[in-house]
C-alpha cells in the first residue's frame, strides 16, 4: 500500500538567521550623497538615483518641464536613435525603463 504523502503538512523548519546589511554613506566632490550596500549573494547590481526635483520643485514658468524631461528619457539622442538608446539603457541598466517619481 502506497503512504499518501501529501495526507499531512510537514514541520515547519527553523526561522533563518537574518543579518542585516551594513549601509555606507559618502559624500561625493560635486556634493552628491551616496547611500549604499554591498550583496554578494547574485552577481548583480541595483542603481537609484534620487535628484531633487519634479513637479513640486518646478516654478510657473517651469511647468511641465519635469514630466517632459521624464517622457524625453525613453527617446533618442543626438548620438543614439531610439533604438540604440534603448539598448544602451538595457547594457547599461538592464534595463530601458527610467522611473521618474516625485
Not at 44 to 54: A, E, K, M, Q, R
Not at 62 to 80: D, V, Y
Request: charged share 15%; proline share 7%.
Amino acid at each position: 500500500m502506497i503512504r499518501d504523502e501529501r495526507s499531512a503538512r510537514p514541520a515547519p523548519l527553523p526561522t533563518p538567521a537574518f543579518k542585516a546589511p551594513v549601509v555606507w554613506h559618502d559624500t561625493w566632490a560635486n556634493g552628491v550623497t551616496v547611500t549604499g550596500t554591498r550583496y554578494t549573494e547574485l552577481p548583480i547590481v541595483t542603481l537609484s538615483l534620487s535628484v531633487p526635483g519634479g513637479h513640486r520643485r518646478e516654478s510657473v514658468q517651469q511647468a511641465g518641464l519635469a514630466s517632459l524631461t521624464g517622457q524625453l528619457m525613453n527617446e533618442g539622442t543626438q548620438a543614439l536613435d531610439t533604438l540604440a538608446f534603448a539598448a544602451f539603457g538595457r547594457v547599461l541598466f538592464g534595463s530601458n525603463e527610467f522611473l521618474t517619481v516625485d
